[in-house]
């Protein structure tokens, strides 16, 4: 087994930035995931695990160890339930299921990425999550290269996160088992298009991004004194949040810039690249966007992608 060597990981990232992979190699099987482990353990590499690229942000000197691209990709259906592969895209999955009439993952019309990031994220839009669906996920640890299983109180799902995410495990996840219910395919359908013509009208599809770049802001916990202001803002995702793009729109940062990552005016809390942009870029635009909003509303914004270094 060989590694591919210095490949440019801007191809792999939906914003199109970022320097290369010291070493890259596609899974698309156990057997190959575990061999790789091996190999990167032998070598003394860290190791990362990319997903569809839709909610990662590369550094611009790229990554010093082995990127691992799964390509498990296969989705079997047993009654209501499905079993499916890491890499199958979250549009597939969702098409899957409201083509056999399977109801519940159809909040997911037009979410981007992969399942394996999906539940790493636990995502979620239109009232929905991931975790609402999980029956059970597979994973291999990148350390010892042991299989894991666990079920959904197990992948301890929290707002955008999970035991993957921030459980202080290292692991990458192959397949899982998702529960749905009976429905009805035409309805399903419908909420489907629904979903993708309303991204389409409010997103900047087309501009390279990411998705949105910080969470919603949990209205529990906070003072009244911050919820009130923004109290016919508030939405259900799936519990109330104010709108993080709500608060960026308020702080005057549509269209706000820095290098060739700009904020964008069709929905501020999606930052995108606006030509020949760095990972620099990003996180100045970033920092900005933090210290603006919270010198205006006194809530500080936490970021949904990740900085990889």
């Known amino acids: 087994m060989q590694f591919e060597e210095n490949v ?6 939906n914003l199109k930035i970022g320097g290369p992979a010291r070493y890259f190699k596609v899974i698309r099987n156990k057997k190959e995931l575990i061999e790789s482990l091996y190999l990167a353990e032998e070598m003394d590499l860290r190791v990362f695990v990319l997903g569809g690229g839709t909610n990662i942000l590369w550094s611009d000197r ?7 691209k799964p390509e498990m990709d296969f989705i079997v259906r047993n009654g209501n ?6 890499a199958v895209p979250m549009k597939d999955i969702v098409g899957f299921s409201v083509k056999a009439g399977l109801a519940g993952l159809d909040w997911a019309g037009g979410l981007p990425g992969t399942l394996g990031g999906a539940i790493f994220g636990n995502a979620g839009c239109f009232g929905g999550e991931m975790k609402d669906s999980v029956a059970e996920v597979e994973s291999v640890d990148l350390k010892s290269a042991e299989s894991k299983r666990r079920n959904n109180q197990e992948c301890g799902f929290g707002y955008r996160d999970s035991v993957f995410k921030s459980g202080g495990i290292s692991e990458i996840i192959v397949q899982a088992t998702l529960r749905l219910e009976e429905g009805n395919a035409d309805d399903l359908t419908r909420r489907v298009a629904d979903e993708e013509k309303y991204r389409e009208e409010h997103q900047p599809l087309d501009k390279p991004n990411i998705g949105s770049f910080f969470k919603n802001v949990r209205v529990e916990g906070l003072p009244r ?5 923004y109290r016919h803002t508030l939405k259900t995702d799936p519990f109330p949040v104010i709108p993080a793009a709500y608060l960026i729109n308020e702080a005057g940062l549509k269209g706000a810039a820095c290098g060739g990552a ?8 999606f930052l995108v690249n606006n030509g020949g942009a760095t990972t620099a870029d990003f996180i100045a635009l970033i920092e ?7 010198s205006r509303t006194g809530i500080e914004l936490e970021e949904e992608v990740r900085v990889i270094k």
């Open 8 to 13: 440019p990981l801007a191809a792999y990232s």
């Open 62 to 68: 790229g990554y010093d160890g082995l990127v691992l």
């Open 81 to 86: 339930e499905l079993t499916v592969g890491a």
């Open 225 to 229: 004194v911050q919820v009130d202001p």
């Open 262 to 269: 700009v904020v964008s005016s069709k929905h501020p809390n």
């Open 288 to 294: 900005q966007v933090k210290k603006e909003v919270k």
